[in-house]
């Protein structure tokens, strides 16, 4: 069965501190990837998705990056962290596009807060 | 443009008694799948149930009934008989297969069931 791991589960970073986040799955070849940012009592913004290694689509230009430097595994990255990057943030995948039902599997998601 | 609206934030209910959580969508493709999530207060996403545009019958998945009305373009989630657990955030979401790899989530429906 497929599984979706992130860590760390919790962080808490200063202004200006580098970022490094990690999102790997099991048990599937060739997903698409996503991140996603859960501001507090907010909805989902997708921040980035991939759909093979080193392909990566921004969705919200802002001082993140991501990449994929292997099949199932998505970094999340930032070089100095601002106070409106803390969130919750979600990693996802899904299946290849094409068809219309391919639902998307969470991991446990990353407690960011920057101080 | 693709758009899910969700335009109630906050929502109450009765412990066994039914609701009804709206979800409107916006896109011009004949071909698209819609989705709902449960995010508990612990912030994983359970996905709940699945409606493709092409389906006739409204989709059900034990307690979860989609509402599906294609013509006013909305897909609301019913829940019946409400448990205390289903206390949550619930999100609508709508995957577009020609225009890529994206899910758009609506802004999500803060369910609280009183006992």
């Known amino acids: 069965s497929q599984t979706i791991h992130q860590w760390p589960a919790t962080l808490v970073q200063p202004v200006g501190s580098p970022l490094s986040l990690e999102c790997t799955v099991e048990g599937t070849s060739n997903p698409n990837l996503y991140w996603y940012r859960q501001a507090a009592g907010r909805g989902l913004q997708l921040l980035f998705y991939?759909?093979?290694?080193?392909?990566i689509s921004s969705e919200v230009p802002q001082n993140l990056s991501a990449s994929r430097p292997q099949d199932r595994q998505f970094i999340l990255s930032s070089k100095k962290l601002l106070l409106s990057d803390s969130g919750f943030y979600l990693c996802?995948?899904?299946?290849?596009?094409?068809?219309?039902?391919?639902?998307?599997?969470f991991g446990p998601g990353t407690r960011l807060t920057v101080l | 443009a693709q758009k899910i609206t969700q335009t109630q934030p906050g929502m109450f209910v009765q412990e066994k008694e039914a609701v009804t959580l709206d979800c409107t969508y916006d896109t011009s493709d004949q071909s698209y799948g819609l989705f709902w999530y449960k995010q508990p207060s612990s912030g994983e996403m359970i996905f709940l149930i699945y409606q493709g545009s092409y389906d006739e019958q409204n989709a059900t998945e034990g307690r979860y009934s989609l509402n599906f009305q294609k013509a006013r373009k909305s897909a609301n989630l019913v829940i019946s008989a409400s448990q205390l657990g289903d206390s949550a955030m619930y999100f609508c979401?709508?995957?577009?297969?020609?225009?890529?790899?994206?899910?758009?989530f609506g802004t999500g429906t803060s369910l609280t069931v009183i006992p």
């Open positions: 979401a709508m995957r577009v297969p020609r225009t890529g790899n994206q899910f758009y």
């Open positions: 996802a995948w899904s299946t290849l596009a094409g068809t219309l039902f391919n639902e998307q599997f």
């Open positions: 991939s759909v093979g290694i080193g392909q």
